[in-house]
Nanobody, 123 residues
Framework: QVQLAESGGGLVQAGGSLRLSCAAS????????VAWFRQAPGKDREFVAV????????YSADSVKGRFTISRDIPKNTVYLQMNGLKPEDTAVYYC????????????????WGQGTQVTVSS
C-alpha cells in the first residue's frame, strides 16, 4: 500500500511559478511510475507529467512542455512538479498518482492517488 500526499498549491498570477510536492509513505516507489494529473471544473482528469521512479526518466504532456518539470528526490521519497510560466488555463486541482503499469498517461491505470492540491492562476 502506498499513500500519497500533495502540497504546494496556491493562488498565483499569470506568469508566476509554483512547486508542487508529492510525498509518499508505505511501500517504496521502486518499480512504480509517479504521475501528476489535473482536473479543472467541468473537465476530465488530464495527464500532466510522469516519471519512472527507478530511472528518473520523465515524460510530459505537450500542453506543459517547456513550462513544467517533473523530478524526484529519492532520499525524501518525494516527487515534484515545478511549474513556471503559469497560465489561467492551468487552474485545476492537481493530483499525484502512482502505479506499476509503466509511464502511462491514462488516469484509470494508476493504483494510488493523493487527495489533490488546488492551483489557481489569475489573469
Amino acid at each position: 500500500q502506498v499513500q500519497l500526499a500533495e502540497s504546494g498549491g496556491g493562488l498565483v498570477q499569470a506568469g508566476g511559478s509554483l512547486r508542487l510536492s508529492c510525498a509518499a509513505s508505505g511501500r517504496t516507489f521502486s518499480n512504480y511510475a509517479v504521475a501528476w494529473f489535473r482536473q479543472a471544473p467541468g473537465k476530465d482528469r488530464e495527464f500532466v507529467a510522469v516519471i519512472s521512479w527507478a530511472s528518473g526518466s520523465p515524460y510530459s504532456a505537450d500542453s506543459v512542455k517547456g513550462r513544467f518539470t517533473i523530478s524526484r528526490d529519492i532520499p525524501k521519497n518525494t516527487v515534484y512538479l515545478q511549474m513556471n510560466g503559469l497560465k489561467p488555463e492551468d487552474t485545476a486541482v492537481y493530483y499525484c498518482a502512482a502505479g506499476n503499469r509503466g509511464r502511462v498517461t491514462v488516469a484509470t491505470l494508476y493504483n494510488y492517488w493523493g487527495q489533490g492540491t488546488q492551483v489557481t492562476v489569475s489573469s
